[in-house]
């Protein structure tokens, strides 16, 4: 039997984040901040397109390291950085 996961094994995976400092695509990464395990970190964000600081993203892989790959967002409701 596998062990309950706890809220520090939660994965980044479908978390919506912010740009804090811009990827520039294949040329190299940027930081996303995501709201995870009850506070507020900072990942490296790996990503195929350049984005810009405050831009909304999704994150789609978690590599590991600290490290996620992410694509835009655009939020249809305009509320889930609020929540």
Same mark, same amino acid.
């Given at each position: 039997?596998?062990?309950?996961?706890?809220?520090? *094994?939660?994965?980044?995976?479908?978390?919506?984040?912010?740009?804090?400092?811009?990827?520039?695509? #294949?040329?190299?990464?940027?930081?996303?901040?995501?709201?995870?395990?009850?506070?507020?970190? %900072?990942?490296?964000?790996?990503? %195929?397109?350049?984005?810009?600081?405050? *831009?909304?993203?999704?994150?789609?892989?978690?590599?590991?390291?600290?490290?996620?790959?992410?694509?835009?967002? *655009?939020? #249809?409701?305009?509320?889930?950085?609020?929540?």
């Amino acid at each position: 039997m596998l062990p309950a996961m706890s809220g520090s *094994d939660r994965s980044p995976i479908g978390l919506i984040g912010r740009i804090v400092t811009a990827s520039r695509g #294949p040329d190299g990464p940027g930081e996303v901040q995501l709201r995870i395990r009850g506070g507020t970190e %900072t990942f490296i964000a790996v990503s %195929t397109e350049p984005i810009p600081v405050g *831009d909304s993203v999704v994150v789609l892989i978690d590599l590991g390291h600290r490290r996620v790959e992410v694509c835009p967002w *655009d939020d #249809p409701f305009g509320s889930m950085q609020n929540q």
